[in-house]
Structures are given as structure tokens and as C-alpha cells.
């Protein structure tokens, strides 16, 4: 096998996205195997490339060697687990699903079959800046970390948005609102980053600014268990949005602005020993406006980003694990921890009280199960 023919699920915005990138010859190690979609004038768009409105016909054709799932997320583990039963190796859109539960079957499926190729959508880990800022921390660039910050509100979407089609922003058909649609990148990103919170305590907001029945508002605080804590906001109505990304260490800050620009303050001498040697006479030299090279050195690393070039990093990714053995950026047994902390924060807001992690995962689907009950009574 020279190149992985692919199966792309659904030729919606995204599937159409990634058939786009491959047909021009822009992923060098792949090629369309099939597109299965359920809307027949969809065939006429790749006239040459085998088309099914079945996947599981999809799957077993012998036209393809893997898939991408790019539907609604309810499906992504279930057509990720028939992929991989029938070995063929499968690549699950973001989330990697509604639930903790439905995702931990997936994961299952997947450990029994080790030959198989799993991987998620995360094309931000592709992002040379989140990938430099894990290196840093990694690398205790700034030591422990005290506090992690991260307001991201540029997802502003209009109520024409939502109207788009009937499943979008319901409990039913999209499993929730920006936790599950615009946010799971950053989600990731943080416990990829700074690691998973052992509890949150979230303030929700459901049909806020938008006529909608999931959130378009989020605040939670996340506590790492060691004293350490963080604050994590993002919403769809702030068409001003802010992206803005903080963590400090004992030995330092790192800050990300707009996922562009990368500032690293590192101390010349971890802040105990500062605690523990500096006067207030220093400490007004420093509010004055005075020299505070004896304090930090301060670095900025800019970043360009070019459209669609993660998307692309992570299908060729993809395909020379496959072919080669290359090692995954996002292993798709890695997409269960955002989805857990994503349940953390919904389930924080119903049960209006603090949660720890790992949330108990039967009480999350009995809660969502009410949603969607409480959803389909009013419609």
C-alpha cells in the first residue's frame, strides 16, 4: 500500500472539506476511497469515486482502507467501533462523542484491536504554537504550574447559525452547545497542556443570548487537586471575542494571545526564593516602573497559521501511521478526556454543585436522557 484510500462519512462542510485537500493532491499519501452520504445528489460531486448511502456497505466494499467521521457527533463512536471491528482504520471527527460512556466503548473496541489505526481530528495539536507551548511545559520551563486561565469567546455565531438545520444547538441532535460544537479544540488543549482537573464547579448559562435549548455561556473553575486551580470561560455571543490563554508556574507565565503570539516571562529565580529574599523597597522599585531584568527575561515568538494546513497535517498523519508506523499527534483513545471534562462542567451546572473527575459517567447519561426527554416534550 503506497497511499490509504479513504472513506469519507458524510460530504457535509468538513467532509467536503478533507475530499477537497485530498482530490487536489494536497495529502500526498492518500486518496478518496468511497463517500457514503445519505443525500443522493451528493454522488454527481466525485462522479469517479465509488459513492454508498449505507456506511456499513461503505465499510465492507473493499473500496477503502480507512475512514473519517464527519457527521453528527451521537455517531462518531458507533461508526468508529464498526470501522474498527472490520479493521478498517478509523479517524473520529471531533468530539469523539456526546458522552463519556458511548466513548468508553469505543476506546474498548479500539485496545482490542491494536493492528487497527485510531486517531481524532485535533488539528489544533498540529498548531507549531500549542505544540511549542506543551514542549515548554513539558520541558519545566516555568516550573509547577499554579494557575491556568483561558478566556475563549471568539466562536460568535448568530441565530441564522442555529437555524441552519434542525439538529444543530439541541440536546437530541448535537448532544449540547459550544462544550460540544466550537470549544472541544481548546478543551483538549488544555488537559493535553496542563493536565486533566480532579474537579470543576461550572456556572451554565442554556438559551442565553440565543433562542436555543443547550449553552451558549460557559464559566468554570477547574481545581488540579494540588492547589493549583484555573478558570475557563468561552461562549457564542461575544462578537468582540477574546482569545486569550494564561499559565503561570512558580517559576514563570507563559501567555497566548489570539493562538498567534507566544510570551514567555521566566523568572531569573523561582518566585519561593524571590518570596523569600526580596524587601518592599524592591518590590516599589518594580511598581515604579523600574528595572525588572534582575526579575524576568521576557521572549515573543510569533506564529502564522495557513488555512487548512492542520486539517491537512493530521490526515497525512494519519495515513503514515498506517503506512509507516509514524506516531499519532491525537490517538483517538485521547479523545475520551475532553469529553469527560466537557460532561464535568454540563453535569456541575445541572447538579448545581462542584464535581470531581472522573465524573460517574451513568449519572451524566441519566441527565442527558432528561435534556433530550424534556427537549422532544416541548416540540
Not at 458511548?102 to 482490542?112: C, F, K, M, P, T
Not at 510569533?302 to 506516531?327: D, K
Not at 483513545?333 to 460517574?360: F, Q, R, T, Y
Amino acid at each position: 500500500m503506497k497511499k490509504v484510500r479513504l472513506g469519507i462519512i458524510g460530504l457535509g462542510t468538513q467532509g467536503s472539506t478533507y475530499a477537497g485537500f485530498i482530490a487536489d493532491g494536497k495529502i500526498e499519501n492518500m486518496t478518496i476511497g468511497a463517500i457514503c452520504d445519505i443525500d443522493p445528489a451528493k454522488k454527481d460531486v466525485y462522479p469517479d469515486v465509488p459513492f454508498y448511502d449505507n456506511y456499513i456497505d461503505m465499510l465492507e466494499s473493499g473500496d477503502i482502507d480507512a475512514v473519517v467521521t464527519t457527521v453528527p457527533h451521537y455517531l462518531h463512536p458507533e461508526m468508529g467501533i464498526e470501522a474498527l471491528k472490520r479493521d478498517v482504520h478509523a479517524l473520529v471527527e471531533k468530539p469523539a462523542g456526546v458522552y463519556a460512556k458511548q466513548v468508553r466503548e469505543l476506546n474498548e473496541v479500539a485496545a482490542s484491536k491494536p493492528d487497527v489505526t485510531f486517531g481524532i481530528f485535533f488539528n489544533q495539536r498540529t498548531n507549531p504554537l500549542y505544540r511549542k507551548l506543551k514542549e515548554l511545559i513539558d520541558q519545566d520551563e516555568i516550573g509547577a504550574i499554579r494557575r491556568t486561565n483561558w478566556i475563549i469567546t471568539t466562536w460568535w455565531r448568530p441565530q441564522s447559525y442555529y437555524e441552519q438545520s434542525a439538529w444543530r444547538a439541541t440536546w437530541n441532535g448535537e448532544g449540547g452547545g459550544v462544550l460540544v460544537n466550537q470549544a472541544p479544540h481548546q478543551i483538549d488543549l488544555l488537559q493535553w497542556i496542563c493536565g486533566m482537573p480532579k474537579k470543576v464547579y461550572s456556572n451554565v448559562k442554556y438559551g442565553y443570548q440565543r433562542n436555543i435549548p443547550v449553552e451558549d455561556e460557559v464559566t468554570t473553575l477547574l481545581d488540579y487537586g494540588n492547589g493549583a486551580t484555573g478558570v475557563f470561560i468561552t461562549c457564542t455571543h461575544d462578537i468582540l471575542g477574546t482569545d486569550r490563554f494564561e499559565i503561570l508556574g512558580d517559576k514563570g507565565k507563559i501567555v497566548v494571545d489570539d493562538s498567534k503570539t507566544l510570551t514567555i516571562k521566566r523568572l531569573q529565580k523561582p518566585e519561593p526564593e524571590l518570596n523569600g529574599t526580596m524587601t518592599m523597597q524592591d518590590v516599589a522599585e518594580i511598581m515604579k516602573g523600574g528595572d525588572v531584568s534582575n526579575i524576568y527575561t521576557e521572549e515573543v515568538i510569533e506564529f502564522e497559521s495557513v488555512w487548512g494546513g492542520q486539517h491537512m497535517e493530521v490526515l497525512r498523519n494519519f495515513a503514515a501511521n498506517i503506512l509507516e508506523g509514524e506516531p499519532l499527534i491525537a490517538p483517538g483513545s485521547d479523545g475520551i478526556h475532553g469529553v469527560s471534562l466537557a460532561n464535568a462542567i454540563h453535569l456541575s451546572s445541572w447538579l448545581e454543585k462542584e464535581v470531581e473527575l472522573p465524573i460517574d459517567e451513568e449519572l451524566y447519561f441519566a441527565e442527558l436522557t432528561k435534556k433530550i426527554e424534556a427537549e422532544a416534550a416541548v416540540k
